[in-house]
Structure formats: structure tokens, C-alpha cells
């Protein structure tokens, strides 16, 4: 696999300026951790997400499924948060 180019954060943090973004709600059964798990076996280490997808189960298990091929440490999740669920 091609090096993948890196933006750099704070130190020493790097992210992976390819990110994979999933904003379609209620998705089929398996449809989203499918997805990420071919997102992450293209190179992709940034899924972002949120909480009004409903899909967080989802993600979890695709990321958990390439856990074992990849470093825990390698893959940055982000969220949103609506000001609604805020306290």
C-alpha cells in the first residue's frame, strides 16, 4: 500500500488527512460496518461520525473486526453532538 500522507496535530499526534465519513441515517443491518471495514483496509485511519446517525454499533464492529489487522492506536474516530443532548 502507497504511504498515506499525514497532517500534523498537536504533537505527537498525526492524522490521516483521507477520512471516512458516514452521514446516511438508519442504514441497513450490516451496511455501515461493512463500509469500514473496507475503509479501513483502503488505508483509511479517521472515521467520523455522529450520534444522530444511529449508527455507533455499527462502527464499533467494524472497527473491532480490524482491531487485529490494525494498531488501536492508528485509528481516530471523531462525533458530533447536538447542542440538544448537551447539559
Known amino acids: 500500500m502507497p504511504p498515506v500522507q499525514m497532517l500534523n496535530c498537536k504533537k505527537p499526534i498525526k492524522v490521516n488527512k483521507h477520512f471516512f465519513q458516514h452521514g446516511r441515517v438508519e442504514p441497513s443491518s450490516n451496511e455501515v460496518e461493512l463500509a469500514v471495514q473496507w ?4 488505508g ?3 472515521i467520523d461520525t455522529a450520534w444522530a446517525y444511529k449508527i455507533e454499533d455499527q462502527v464499533g464492529r467494524g472497527l473491532a473486526n480490524k482491531f487485529p489487522d490494525v494498531p488501536r492506536n492508528e485509528i481516530f ?4 453532538v447536538s447542542d440538544k443532548n448537551v447539559q
Open 77 to 80: 474516530v471523531t462525533t458530533k
Open 44 to 46: 483509511y485511519r479517521h
Open 39 to 42: 475503509a479501513i483496509e483502503a
